[in-house]
């Protein structure tokens, strides 16, 4: 398959740990990458490679991966994540393309 | 620090075509695939495709028929056109550094986005 799968919306408790995944058949071979995006601004990337965290990106960022399934995870949330998160990764295809997830509407409650 | 730049008509008619172009400042142009990405209102990202300094391209397959993404190393900038657009072309288009480690892929940084709009 192409595609990679997330739950449109997940909300979390001011402090507490979040869990977003994303699903699909490529994450068998492949890691996923995972991006924040807020209102009216372009995508940052906060997770690469399962479980790389770029410069300026705090530590309660963190990424998993099992089977068919990557996860990010946000321990003590706050509210500036809320955001959407989008993860990437290649297509299954062979031909190296890139797909994207539908995204996760994460809210702090 | 690497920073991208874009620019480009916003506004198009059915059948038009699309054009965009990103500068690269700063950084390395020819270690990376330099890529574009859109997101229509209200939904998520799509990869339209990608070039490095070489010119070696991959398109998106839904996309490929109507794309052409085309690189200046001599200006560090790489260009998008998208030809016969309709109103679901509609959306904000950015480009994007795309690394790999070989295997997977990841995108940073992103230009700051270029809402583009088909309408008659």
């Known amino acids: 398959s192409s595609y990679l799968t997330q739950d449109p919306a997940v909300s979390v408790t001011l402090g507490q740990t979040v869990r977003i995944t994303c699903q699909g058949d490529s994450l068998n071979t492949y890691y996923a990458s995972w991006y924040q995006q807020k209102p009216g601004q372009a995508p940052i990337l906060v997770i690469y490679?399962?479980?790389n965290r770029p410069s300026g990106i705090p530590d309660r960022f963190s990424g998993s991966s099992s089977g068919n399934t990557a996860s990010l995870t946000i321990t003590g949330a706050q509210a500036e994540d809320e955001a959407d998160y989008y993860c990437?990764?290649?297509?299954?295809?062979?031909?190296?393309?890139?797909?994207f997830g539908g995204g996760t509407k994460l809210t702090v409650l | 620090q690497v920073q991208l730049q874009q620019w480009g008509a916003g506004l198009l008619k059915p059948s038009e075509t699309l054009s965009l172009t990103c500068a690269v400042h700063g950084g390395s142009f020819s270690d990376y695939y330099w890529s574009w990405i859109r997101q229509s209102a209200g939904k998520g990202l799509e990869w339209i495709g990608e070039i490095n300094h070489s010119g070696d391209t991959n398109y998106n397959p839904s996309l490929k028929s109507r794309v052409t993404i085309s690189i200046d190393t001599s200006k560090n900038q790489f260009s998008l056109r998208l030809i016969s657009v309709t109103a679901a072309d509609t959306a904000i288009y950015y480009c994007?550094?795309?690394?790999?480690?070989?295997?997977?892929?990841?995108?940073?940084?992103w230009g700051q986005g270029t809402l583009v709009t088909v309408s008659s």
């Open positions: 994007g550094r795309r690394r790999t480690n070989n295997r997977d892929p990841w995108f940073d940084p």
């Open positions: 990437n990764s290649r297509d299954n295809s062979g031909n190296l393309h890139v797909v």
């Open positions: 490679s399962k479980n």
